[in-house]
């Protein structure tokens, strides 16, 4: 979750360590340093809060002759979020610094080994037991390279770890353990980073490093160790299609808010490549999974908004494709021993492709001889690298630590999913008219989006007093309402649930009252009678209701409600892809309303890469 960079170069190290770390903000963080050599000494500057700290500290801090160093923002998960406790870390004596993603589980231990032999400690994290480690093993190893590779031998846990020494002027070291970590190569120059954003606008061509592998880097020179025996390790440049133009707000107040506005594009990207025309009429074209077999179940895994994109494919995937379907929060899935038969088929969702708990679950699944599919948004991620097959959303950078535009090309790559199945199970029987509906989407939510973002920033204004949300839906609108609760939550820090409509009456109605608002999912489908029976009941409890609903035939549906919202008429799939940037707009609305941080709100992150 937290932001790493690291360069050596030719460049003045430091304003570019800023900017990477600028360009990584989005992944929340609560502290931030950096560490450059100054000659032969090695400099540490940090502050606790925004990077607008740090920078006031380094400006009365000569740093421009630097040439090597890295950078850091924390998201506190050992130790408080207070200076002593941001990275960089020293080793004793101060002569080694890294900076650290992830969890060292077995810290303690290492720090009481290191207490009695006389090691002193500043500040409550694991990281600064890792840098004490590595210069405690450089007393006996041959080099700097060895003693860190010691040391990483002997840490337990997940870790992306980069390493700045005097010792070795000009030298970055880096290391991954189920914690993303990869390196930019440009001309003379050689960044390292948690996440391509951090050094786009200087290079686009990428180094994956894999679990258990070492980066030596120095100057425009890269090499790659195995962390077991330090042999040589042979590896690949990627060019990354990304650009900084992609990265950049467009105008748009926020990133959220531009990604939102983005979903038409990125519907039309996703769709890109996976639809043919015949003589028979348009097919769904999925070639990554043409040599899979059609799975007798499929057990889907998620966490978060992920999850929820799950849930919504899970009814098409057994309707439209014909597949048996679970459904599994990938932190539950992990640890509940499921029972997984060799032919059995995994789907993990995942944005980043570096969540913790998918990516643990993924690993399971392989380890019970079942075949992965991986569905992701990041080339080169950990579950892009080991699920057995990944269908990329192709959504390009999401910025905003809220995810919006994912949650759409996830949605629009399931529906794919089902046609193909049903595709393969019974060729006579694919629905046309859902696929036909699907393409036809981009231009109907371009057409759409203008209006329903005056309508959701007018709700905002009424409805931002509230402490409190019902969301209400049947069917795959269970799933939306489940994510307009997590979006209002996310970013207002107001209190949603997301319920079955048909579950009220099973507890929660007893909430309703004129200061608990309830958004219903009503839209035109065959359980709208359903809902609108769910609506009447709230009425009649004084309960205030905006009901998001569709045209028919021109008219919308005959509702009392305090606020309708009309969508324009679709096919009952593609209304979801109306409705979820609805959910979205209004979300992002009541909470720039109420002066929120909406690119960064508080206590989260992008991507959750510890359990």
């Not at 069917?475 to 970013?491: R, T, V």
């Amino acid at each position: 979750m937290c932001g790493i960079i690291g360069y050596s170069g030719h460049r003045p190290a430091v304003p570019l360590l800023l900017e990477g770390l600028h360009r990584l903000e989005y992944r929340g963080y609560d502290s931030a340093g950096v560490a450059f050599e100054q000659g032969a000494h090695l400099q540490v500057v940090k502050a606790a809060g925004k990077l607008a700290a740090l920078e006031e500290k380094l400006e009365k801090v000569p740093c421009m002759l630097a040439t090597a160093g890295i950078g850091h923002t924390r998201w506190a998960t050992h130790g408080l979020p207070v200076e002593r406790n941001a990275h960089p870390h020293l080793s004793q004596g101060g002569g080694i610094a890294i900076i650290h993603n992830g969890i060292i589980e077995n810290f303690q231990e290492l720090k009481d080994e290191l207490l009695a032999r006389g090691h002193t400690f500043l500040s409550d994290t694991d990281t600064e037991v890792l840098a004490h480690l590595i210069g405690e093993e450089r007393r006996m190893a041959d080099n700097l390279g060895d003693a860190f590779a010691r040391a990483l031998r002997r840490a337990h846990g997940a870790y992306a770890v980069v390493m700045l020494a005097p010792e070795e002027l000009g030298v970055i070291y880096a290391a991954r353990m189920a914690a993303p970590l990869l390196m930019g190569v440009g001309t003379g120059e050689v960044f390292v980073a948690s996440d391509i954003p951090a050094f786009l606008p200087y290079t686009r061509e990428v180094v994956f490093l894999e679990d258990g592998e070492i980066a030596r880097i120095e100057g425009g020179r890269w090499s790659v160790f195995s962390l077991a025996d330090l042999s040589p390790v042979e590896k690949t440049v990627s060019h990354v299609p990304w650009d900084m133009q992609a990265a950049a707000k467009d105008g748009y107040r926020h990133f959220m808010l531009k990604e939102i506005m983005e979903q038409p594009r990125v519907i039309q990207d996703c769709l890109s490549g996976r639809i043919t025309e015949s003589a028979s009429g348009h097919r769904v074209c999925l070639r990554e999974l043409d040599g899979l077999p059609v799975p007798e179940r499929l057990h889907i895994v998620a966490c978060g908004t992920s999850y929820n994109a799950g849930l919504w494919g899970r009814q098409l995937l057994e309707h439209t494709g014909g597949i048996p379907t679970d459904l599994d929060i990938a932190s539950e899935f992990r640890y509940r021993d499921p029972l997984l038969r060799p032919q059995d088929m995994v789907l993990v969702i995942s944005q980043s492709g570096e969540t913790a708990d998918t990516l643990a679950a993924l690993r399971l699944a392989r380890e019970k001889g079942c075949k992965v599919i991986g569905l992701c948004n990041v080339l080169g991620s950990s579950i892009a690298r080991e699920a057995d097959v990944v269908l990329y959303t192709q959504a390009g950078p999401e910025i905003s630590v809220a995810s919006t535009k994912a949650m759409c090309s996830q949605m629009t790559l399931l529906a794919l999913i089902a046609l193909y199945y049903g595709q393969r199970r019974q060729p006579a029987c694919a629905d046309p008219e859902l696929l036909e509906a699907i393409m036809g989407l981009p231009v109907l939510l371009a057409g759409a989006l203008p209006a329903m973002r005056q309508k959701a920033e007018a709700l905002a204004v009424r409805f931002s007093s509230a402490r409190s949300f019902f969301y209400l839906g049947r069917g795959q609108y269970y799933a939306l309402a489940l994510e307009g609760a997590l979006k209002l939550k996310e970013l207002s820090y107001i209190h949603a649930e997301g319920y079955a409509s048909g579950e009220m009456k099973h507890g929660p109605i007893a909430l309703i009252d004129p200061a608990f608002p309830t958004f219903a999912l009503a839209l035109d489908n065959a359980l709208f009678p359903k809902v609108k029976s769910n609506i009447q009941e709230v009425l009649a409890r004084q309960g205030r209701v905006i009901a998001l609903v569709q045209e028919r035939d021109g008219k919308a549906p005959d509702l009392e409600v305090e606020e309708m919202w009309v969508l324009p008429e679709a096919h009952p799939v593609a209304a979801s892809f109306l409705a979820l940037p609805a959910l979205q707009l209004f979300s992002y609305h009541v909470a720039d309303y109420l002066g929120k941080d909406v690119d960064q709100p508080r206590n989260l992150a992008k991507s959750v890469t510890v359990e």
